[in-house]
Nanobody, 115 residues
Framework: QVQLVESGGGLVQAEGSLRLSCTAS????????MGWYRQAPGKQREFVAH???????TYAGRVKGRFTISRDNAKNTVYLQMNSLKPEDTGVYYC?????????WGQGTQVTVSS
């Protein structure tokens, strides 16, 4: 059982920046893929970004060029650096991990971007 804890959310003005972190309860060296989804109230959860074991990254079109996902294996942590934030980026951001085909989710951290 992999436990994930997110932090770094908060209130920020448009064009501002936040860095989210997701720390796993075990070495992420053994986790195939880690990434982020987000969900606005009343909307479906949508993919944001993920990073594979080889360091390959994938981004949703809505965040490409503004968000950067990175990984620090020594700290068992994945980060999501969010720049040039827009009000439409508002939502609860969930960290996820894929290990041997099983999915694990964090509790989420709220990001609110004001105009």
């Amino acid at each position: 059982q992999v436990q994930l804890v997110e932090s770094g959310g908060g209130l920020v003005q448009a064009e501002g920046s936040l860095r989210l972190s997701c720390t796993a309860s075990e070495s992420i060296f053994s986790i195939n893929v880690m990434g982020w989804y987000r969900q606005a109230p009343g909307k479906q959860r949508e993919f944001v970004a993920h990073i594979g074991t080889g360091g390959d990254t994938t981004y949703a079109g809505r965040v490409k060029g503004r968000f950067t996902i990175s990984r620090d294996n020594a700290k068992n942590t994945v980060y999501l650096q969010m720049n040039s934030l827009k009000p439409e980026d508002t939502g609860v951001y969930y960290c996820y991990a894929n290990k041997v085909g099983l999915l694990y989710w964090g509790q989420g951290t709220q990001v609110t971007v004001s105009s």
